[in-house]
């Protein structure tokens, strides 16, 4: 039978973070915040066009001990990969400044110092269960957390919707402009504006989001988030292009953004594509516009309790970012093709692609049938075994103890 790993719990994470913290700075931490990873369950490609996606926050988190300093210094420690340490002033972390972990860890407090917050410096233990690499928004599990844990010591608030968007944003242009990676805002908000059982019906264009009861338990079914442990080829250059694409084609059509025509009549996509003389932009725009509305075609199906129809929009969706989009890689296909023919009601790539994920949709008693079979399609093709985790939808960031 093919083994589901779980997540830690809060007490099991909080327990980690504390140990580390005390070990390494021979102090208590003044308290312990998570922040989780997401998966998507539809919606990809979509946020940089203010667009609509659905993610949900996995159990799965980042787990941050920390206590407060009085100067300016700041001590990090983290178990992300093999236990590392840096220790720098508030001031020494900025864009060009620190690399690879750090920005992701320490960027975060220089985000929040641009909006003129005054931060007194911080003891930081990071450790995390978000399966790195894995394109389930590890990264932004670590930027939300240190984010959370920073405000509170720092006496700034944390709590309520707009607050979790503009801490959201901050770790955004954390990821932007220390870490250097060009990405959208969905990780970000699905990490700090999540809510238990509950999709996040994230309208990117509008930054508003709205909370959809998945139901999914009552319905007899699970969400199996397949990690292909495909190495993560070129990824960082292929999204820029994708952007990239995206906003040429935004240009030559002259529009506010790829927003526009998904609110526009759905039989105006022809006409609209015809202006445009490129096949690759056709092909992204089409991506980019159909993937909106199976996003808001989703969300009717789960309320409706058609699951078929759900699973149907899922595998269009991931159709749509192999042919369109071209961000899928085999081993992605692989599993999309191996779990819907052992019987799964739908699957796709998750993430940015290039590697990482996949999610299932399937009856809670395929479960393991599912996976089997995925494992299976991947010893036959030589690919790396993936590793399977059932996931559920968890609130997002908090503090814990
Ligand atoms: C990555 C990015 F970080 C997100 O912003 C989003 O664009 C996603 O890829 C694709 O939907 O996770």
Redesign the pocket.
Known sequence: MTTLHTAWDDAEGARRATELFTTSFEAEPHGVWASPGRV?LI??????NGGF?LPIALPHATYVAAAKRDDGLLRLVTELGDVQRWEGTLDEVGPGAVSDWVAYSAGPLWALRETGAELPGYDLAIVSCVPAGA?L?S??AVESAVLLAAAELAGLPTEGDARRAELAALG?RA?NEVAG?R?????QAASLRSKADHGLLLDCEQDSVEQVLLNLQSQGLELLVVNSNAPHMLADGQ?ASRRADCERATEVLGLRSLREPVDGPRAGLGELLAKLDEDVLVRRVRHVVTESWRVLDFVEALAAERAGEAGELMVASHDSLRDDYE?TVPELDSIVVAAMSAGALGARMT???FGGSCVVLVSVDDVHQVAGAIDAAAVEAGFARPDFHLATAADGGRRIN
């Open positions: 998507n919606g990809e490609h979509v946020d940089y996606c394109g928004s990264s932004a955004v990821e990676a990405t959208g805002g969905m990780d999204y961000v993430g940015g692609g």
